[in-house]
Structures are given as C-alpha cells and as structure tokens.
C-alpha cells in the first residue's frame, strides 16, 4: 500500500474551517488505500508566539479530539504528537545542513508570518520551520502528502532536500507528491478574501469548527462578498462569493457548477442562509462528538501513545539509515 503522511498544528483552540476542507477531510478518505500516518505537529506551534504550557497541551488533546471526530480511527491509522519521537528534529538537523541559506528565505510563508514584526524579531524556528517540515514527511517515507494550496512551496522544499539527499548519499528517501484536493484547497478569509482562511488570525473572518451554531452564522451572513448580485464563480472577480460557492459545494457534496446552477438568480442572502446552514450541519455534531472525546483525556493518551509507537517503528529506521549515510559513527 501507498503511504500516505500530513500533519496539523495545535494552534488556536480549535481546527478552522480550511483545515478540515483543504486537508483533514482527505485525510480521513486516504485511510482506506493507505498505511496512513497523522501527526498532531506541537514542535511548529511554538514557532511565533508561543503558548502557555497548559494552553499547549490543552490544544494539543483538542485537535486531536477533533482529528478523530472528523473520522480518523486509530485502528486505520497512526495518529501521533510530533514531540514523541525526537526522530524529528534528529533528521531535521541533517536536513538544515543541506539547505541553502537563500533557498530558505524564499519561503513565502515565512514572509507572510513575519510580515508583522519583521523578520529580524522572528525566532530562527520560525525561518527553519519547513525544514523540520520536511523531516516530518521523509520520516515516513511518505508517497502522498494531502495538504492545502498553501502547503504547496513547502512540500517542492521536502522533494528537493529528499533528492538532494539521495543524489549525495544514495538512495534513502521516497520523493512524495502533494495531494492537493481541488475544489476547497484554499479557503478564503470570510473577511479578506486576498488572504487564506487561518487559525491565527482568529477574527470574524476565521469559522472555528467549535464556534457555536450562532456564531457560524453571523459570520457567514457578514462575510466580505462584492457589489453585484450575480451568483457565479469567478476567484478572480468575485473571490468571496466563489469562496462561499466552494464551502458549500464541500459540505454538500456537489460541484460548484452544481450549486451556482441551484442558486442562479437567486440574491447572494439566500446563498449566505445555505451556507451557514451546511456549515452549522457539520460542526454541530462535530463539536459534541469532540466534547465527549475530550472528557476522557486518558483514553486520548492511551491512543497517541499506540499511535507514537508505530510511528517510531518507522521512523526510527529511517534515522538509523540517514545517520548512517551521512557517516555519523553508529552507537554500541
Ligand atoms: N485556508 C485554508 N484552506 C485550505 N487548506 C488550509 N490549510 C490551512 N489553512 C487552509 C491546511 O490545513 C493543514 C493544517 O494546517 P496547519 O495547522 O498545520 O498550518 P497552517 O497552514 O498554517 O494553518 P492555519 O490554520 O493558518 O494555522 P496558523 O494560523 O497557526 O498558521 C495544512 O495542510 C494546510 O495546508
């Protein structure tokens, strides 16, 4: 079987719409086809401002709670915290020393994050970050990687640095591919649709899979459209109605040929009233079955731990292997 491998961080108090459409929805499909592997990457949540302890580790538990209400079953996958298999940042290092300093700094996420503060007050973490991102997948040996559009630079890193690697020392990595779904691979900002959907930016332009059924709405209804009243998807012209176009072609299955048809002549009010409505469909249950989830912490331990131990398994092959091809004199 195929491997597949991806990863979500525990940043924010919950999992945001764009998450579970761009990425986690695939996921919970590749399980079936797949030796599939998920990790829960607290290592990359510390990057910008980091957490509280305790908020860390509460987050980390609720994106877990959330993985497996979203339908990832431990039984069909290893769902796994990054920060159990110190594997990561030991491949992470040989892989820094292949990368080039100006390689590096064309990452535009890095940019984007830094665009605030600027980047000479960032934490080196943060410019290093994909690296260690790359570690995370070549770990595994992962063929399929299913991600957002975003994640798409940082994926072409992890390839060149696998290629790199194989071309100096010989062959130890597979080269994975993107998996990069089509019609939700980028969710937009229901407030600013020129910039993606995202956990930190946490304003009314970011559903938060937690948000209750009212909230949901109001920020649906409020969402950032355009002057006209013609339903049409056109990311161009009209991102934010093609947004909305999108989110509920996803929810409900179809296409967005499909739902701009049903919606054809209709105001851009009843499209808002639709979408809040599938969106609230989904989360409902969604938050409920995560809630039950969370009130038994021990048994989320219980499955990160069985989780972390089938990763290791691989993962620690994989170092024994690269260390070894690098020339790092093996322990006794
Ligand atoms: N808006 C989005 N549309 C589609 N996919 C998205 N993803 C994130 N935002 C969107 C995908 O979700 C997966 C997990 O993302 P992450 O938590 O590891 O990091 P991120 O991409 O940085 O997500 P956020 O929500 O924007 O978090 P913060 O604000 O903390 O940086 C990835 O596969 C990503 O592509």
């Known amino acids: 079987q195929p491997r597949v491998l991806s990863g979500i961080q525990p940043t924010g108090e919950s999992m945001q719409l764009g998450n579970y459409l761009g990425a986690v929805r695939n996921w919970v499909a590749m399980q079936d086809g797949y030796d599939a592997y998920y990790c829960v990457v607290d290592l990359h949540a510390i990057t910008l401002e980091p957490p509280e302890p305790e908020a860390l ?32 940042p030991q491949l992470s290092w040989v892989l820094e020393c292949l990368t080039g300093f100006g390689e590096a700094s064309r ?26 991102q790359a570690a995370d997948i070549l770990l595994y040996q992962a063929d399929q990687v299913p991600i957002g559009e975003d994640q798409r630079q940082h994926l072409e890193l992890t390839r060149n640095l696998a ?4 071309a100096k020392y010989g062959d130890t990595f597979v080269v994975p591919e993107a998996f990069i779904g089509k019609a939700a691979a980028k969710i937009l900002d229901l407030q600013d649709p020129s910039a993606k959907m995202s956990k930190s930016r946490a304003e009314n332009g970011t559903i938060f899979l937690s948000d209750d059924p009212g ?16 339903i049409r ?22 296409s967005v040929e499909a739902v701009e048809k049903e919606f054809a002549g209709q105001g851009y009010g009843a499209l808002k009233n639709a979408v ?15 809630r039950e989830l969370l009130d038994d912490p ?10 972390a131990e089938r990763a290791r398994a691989v993962a620690g092959r994989t170092v024994a292997d ?6 790092f004199l093996p322990p006794v």
């Not at 949901?216 to 002057?227: E, F, N, S, Y």
């Not at 998807?233 to 179809?254: Q, V």
């Not at 021990?298 to 731990?305: P, S, Y």
């Open 322 to 327: 690269a260390y070894a091809k690098v020339g």
């Open 276 to 290: 809040a409505e599938a969106v609230v469909a989904f989360a409902q249950p969604f938050a409920a079955r995560t």
């Open 57 to 88: 580790r509460q987050r980390t538990r609720i994106v877990t709670a959330q993985l497996l209400a979203a339908g990832l079953d431990p039984d069909r996958c290893a769902l796994f915290v990054q920060s159990h298999l110190p594997e990561h």
């Open 298 to 307: 021990a048994e989320l331990d219980r499955i990160l731990a069985r989780g």
């Open 215 to 230: 909230v949901i709405t109001k920020k649906v209804k409020r969402a950032v459209t355009d002057t006209e009243s013609e």
């Open 163 to 166: 290629q790199r690697f194989n």
């Open 233 to 254: 998807f056109d990311p161009e012209a009209k991102p934010g109605l093609s947004n909305l176009l999108a989110i509920h072609a996803a929810f409900t299955d179809t």
């Open 107 to 132: 990452m535009t996420q890095f940019k984007d994050k830094s665009a605030k503060s600027g980047a000479d007050r960032q934490g080196v973490g943060l410019f290093t970050y994909p690296i260690l």
